[in-house]
Nanobody, 122 residues
């Protein structure tokens, strides 16, 4: 499974961004797609996850109500819509995938894409 994240950038507090993660490689109909972020000097932090079937979605408390994860099965792409961005959302955002694990522990995800930088200025 190959993952390609894109869509990061420099925005001001209160702005929105939409990240994309294109997926390829095999049949991932039962996979779980996760979004994580990592700021300098900090551990990788769970942001959101969605089952490819769309029947389960999870969010970290820090982004609940501001971020929305979705997927487009026709385009093999997972999105992370980020609204009301705050300076503390600044990080490298990474997408990940696993055959079954749908929790917040990064070490449990088998597949990772490269990150995309999100910088929110105050």
């Amino acid at each position: 499974v190959q993952l390609q994240a894109s869509g990061g950038g420099l925005v001001q507090a209160g702005d929105s961004l939409r990240l994309s993660c294109a997926i390829s490689g095999r049949d991932f109909g039962s996979y779980v797609m996760g979004w994580f972020r990592q700021a300098p000097g900090l551990e990788r932090e769970f942001v959101a996850a969605i089952r490819w079937s769309g029947d389960k979605i999870y969010y970290a408390d820090s982004v609940k109500g501001r971020f929305t994860v979705s997927r487009d099965t026709a385009k093999n792409t997972v999105y992370l819509q980020m609204n009301s961005l705050k300076p503390e959302d600044t990080a490298v955002y990474l997408c990940a995938a696993d055959e079954s694990y749908d929790g917040p522990r990064a070490v449990r995800y088998h597949y990772w894409g490269q990150g995309t930088q999100v910088t929110v200025s105050s």
